[in-house]
């Protein structure tokens, strides 16, 4: 999990990252099964108002990985009371400025979206977009969040000072071709060494 990386970041004030490359990160969390559309299908929307019913529970956020990236846009509230690990290193439950610290370190974001990806929903969450507030269904990307306007993890600065990069893959979960990797990937793992 990219994030649980990107929490390391955050969290330990003795990891030295100079760039950090997230591939298919769950940055604002999920709020959907893997290769379940629920947007256009009646089975898989019940599945996810199903696993709503134990994301939150202690036992789930203890136990499975996966609950602790559940973010429901419908239930703030109890995302950001409940949620152990993806409401924390994104500053909802309360605003820690060692993370913003953290992350400002690093001398890129790179934060690598799967465009045919069915893992990952929504999939806009690789580049740290989600659904907007109060809907499971309109989607609005990272510019137009409340997380991005009152910059509660730093990501607004670090756009301005060009440390966030965007990249895209047009194909599924985590598949990469040698070639997208040799141009894309490659001089940002050279980047900063002696």
């Given at each position: 999990?990219?994030s649980?990386?990107?929490?390391?970041i955050?969290?330990c004030p003795?990891?030295?990252?100079?760039?950090?490359?997230?591939?298919?990160g769950?940055?604002q969390?999920i709020y959907?099964i893997?290769?379940?559309?629920?947007e256009?299908n009646?089975?898989?929307?019940?599945?996810?108002?199903f696993?709503n019913?134990f994301?939150?529970t202690?036992?789930?956020?203890?136990h499975i990985?996966?609950?602790?990236?559940?973010h429901?846009?419908?239930?703030?509230?109890q995302?950001r009371e409940?949620s152990?690990?993806i409401?924390?290193?994104?500053n909802e439950k309360?605003?820690?400025?060692?993370?913003v610290?953290?992350?400002?370190?690093l001398n890129?974001?790179?934060?690598?979206?799967?465009?045919?990806?069915?893992?990952?929903?929504p999939?806009?969450s690789?580049w740290?977009?989600?659904?907007?507030?109060?809907?499971?269904?309109?989607?609005?990307?990272?510019t137009?969040?409340?997380?991005y306007?009152?910059d509660?993890?730093?990501?607004?600065?670090?756009m301005e000072?060009g440390?966030?990069l965007?990249?895209?893959?047009?194909d599924?979960h985590?598949?990469?071709?040698?070639?997208?990797?040799?141009?894309?990937i490659?001089?940002?793992?050279k980047?900063?060494?002696?």
């Amino acid at each position: 999990f990219s994030s649980l990386r990107r929490g390391l970041i955050e969290k330990c004030p003795h990891a030295k990252v100079f760039n950090f490359i997230s591939l298919a990160g769950q940055h604002q969390g999920i709020y959907g099964i893997p290769k379940c559309p629920s947007e256009t299908n009646f089975s898989c929307e019940l599945l996810r108002k199903f696993l709503n019913l134990f994301a939150y529970t202690e036992w789930a956020q203890s136990h499975i990985a996966q609950a602790t990236y559940w973010h429901d846009p419908i239930r703030v509230k109890q995302y950001r009371e409940r949620s152990t690990f993806i409401a924390e290193i994104n500053n909802e439950k309360s605003i820690n400025k060692d993370y913003v610290y953290r992350l400002h370190r690093l001398n890129r974001f790179v934060m690598v979206k799967f465009l045919r990806d069915e893992m990952v929903q929504p999939l806009e969450s690789q580049w740290f977009g989600f659904y907007a507030p109060a809907s499971n269904r309109i989607i609005q990307n990272l510019t137009v969040s409340e997380m991005y306007s009152s910059d509660k993890l730093g990501l607004k600065q670090m756009m301005e000072d060009g440390k966030l990069l965007f990249l895209a893959v047009d194909d599924v979960h985590l598949k990469i071709s040698r070639e997208w990797f040799s141009r894309e990937i490659m001089p940002l793992l050279k980047e900063g060494k002696k």
